[in-house]
DNA sequence: GGTAACTGGGTTTTT
DNA sequence: CCCAGTTACC
């Protein structure tokens, strides 16, 4: 069937990406521009060329990317089944799989746990305290910040010192505090076998740099694809590097325009230097847009940082639409009722919800909007923002599964006994020395434990050590899963006002862990890829359902819509002002702004409130035609109509500026 | 000495 | 609205 070729309805560029032989590629690929089908096609060109598909890998920047583009390779492919043995994923998600499977290379026992963000923050909370860094007279930077600089420092590989000095001066008094407890912070997780996210990459890469094992597992592959190659590290940039040291068989495709995760220490530069290290590297630039109309490229275009960049103009043959809308409203709320009305009348145009999106730049950007949509009961799921896995019962229990396998785990060890009535963090600490975690048998330890512990409270820590025993010796991963169920649920619902909800969300858990070959796989991988939703869960019963989707941009990357409403767009939110001091960080929000706007298929608004709690700066009636956010500049407005939302009761709008001060009164006769 | 209950300040983006 | 620091209580 010809349809279904792989090669069926390619333009000449996507073509040329798909079949390119062996040499180095780089593809840049403008927004909308079949980035995903020209990967997924050249997957399928390759295996129907004749490559092992065991021997390609497919290196995404989500899950939910991966297996997409998984499938659709073995839907086009003509060796369906052959599509299905690629190797594809996150770097995270490969290097947890090649890091457990080396565990012993790397001194690490196999049993090893994975620490998601929050785990790592407590773990260095923990040593702050030790090193007795907490409440001292002057204030030592918290627990997250000095993950920052750290999590910083290991993936632009710039010693935390310069990294320090540069990003978070006002931390330097406490440099020499701070790198001594990063020295502990190491030596502590090497010695529980503990791998934060960051040591997953380090893992990898120390395999692929050993000049024994390294050559032999980069060996393993004869295609590596990198897939949002702008958004990739330092030490990323090293393992694809080990991985193909001559770039033979090597395809990144990338956009240095929506380059967003600098925060991460991702830098855009490495796709565009890309092409001066491998100067045989054939470069491919796909311009030609398949999702959007022109009319909303105008604005695309126009807001496209350039400099230092591909140049590179979107171009579609979709005309007839409308301009983008650029709407002015009077405030935030007036912001959510614009937004909703202009969704129902969608729907009403025969418009699914699900062919709409809002989104933002924060994820409680959207606070307002959700209590509007609540109220006038238009469904909604949120992406982004709030994880499932902070959610601290969900903690509770990946932290309880994490210790059937690894004992050492002093976190979690410390999360499942200050769930007990009485048990502090303080009493945690002693009853884990009580436990002596490095033993083998540290179940023969439990009555000390137990007899450590408050009266009040040895019954139910005893009940719980018992049934982490008996869970253990469970024999399939269901039935373990279950096991631990049971332990918690009498802890969460003395603990938890809202046990029902949250140990509904455990059930689904533990359901879902009993597909999985082992219970410590499970969670590592539900740690690095969480749900990207609260429902997410639920499965298949919400497919049916139509509902709106609210989303941080980040989140939004690599998806499209019919309508796209962006809201927020005034400086100070939307470009933050976190980023507004530095040029670079002003420059991402702007790439930010493009990836938000390239979203939109046929009909895209922006809302612009003009007076903002907190910011101050828009409204005045004398300046209401200026743009309230610094990408809508000119040129930028000059592809949009311009939407006035004039309050409807002209006399109830105050300006600040002028507005009556009436002093409250001080009922000082009440107090004579 | 350590836990639990209270209070007040601050709030980006994510593998 | 969540977290950190503080106070009151065991």
Redesign the pocket.
Known sequence: MFDSRWDAGLDDAQLAAATHGDGPLIVVAGAGTGKTRTLVSRVAALIDRGVDPERILLLT???RAADEMLARAAAICDRRDAARKLWGG????VAYRLVSAHAETLGLSPALSVL??ADA?DLV?LLRHEHGL??GAQ?FP???TLLDIY?RSVNTTQPARDVITELFPWCEPHTAAILDLFRSYVTRKRTQSLLD??DLLLGWRALLTDPGLGPAMAARWDHVLVDEYQDVNQIQVDIVRQLRPEGAGLTVVGDDAQA??G??GADSRHLLELSADLPAARTVCLEQNFRSRQQILHLANAVRPSAGGQRLQLRSDRDGGSRPRLVRCHDASAEARLVVDAVLDAAEEGRALKDQAVLM????HSDLLEIELTARRVPFVK????KFL?AAHVKDFIASVRLLDNRLDEIAWFRLL?LH????????R?LLAALGPGEPDTELRHPFVVAAA?ARTRTALAGTLDALTAARQQPTVAARAERILEMLRPLLTVRYPDHAARLADLDRLVSAAANSPTLADYVANLT???P?STSDLAGPPHLEEDFLVLS?I??AKGLEWNCVHVIHVIDGAFP?D??LSTGT?LT?EQR?FYVAATRARDELSIYTPLRMP?HRRAYDDKHSYAPASRFLDDTAIATMDIHEDRPRNAAARIPASTAVRIALPTLDELWT
């Open positions: 920047f989500t899950r996150t770097f995270h998600a998601d963000p923050r909370d907490a409440g204030r918290r627990g997250e999590s996210f960051d967003v995760y925060f991460r730049r924060a994820a409680h992406f982004g923002g709030l902070e200050r009535d009485g048990i502090g963090p303080a009493k945690a002693t408050p690095l890829d969480p990207a941080t980040h989140s933050s976190m980023a960080g991402e930010l907190h």
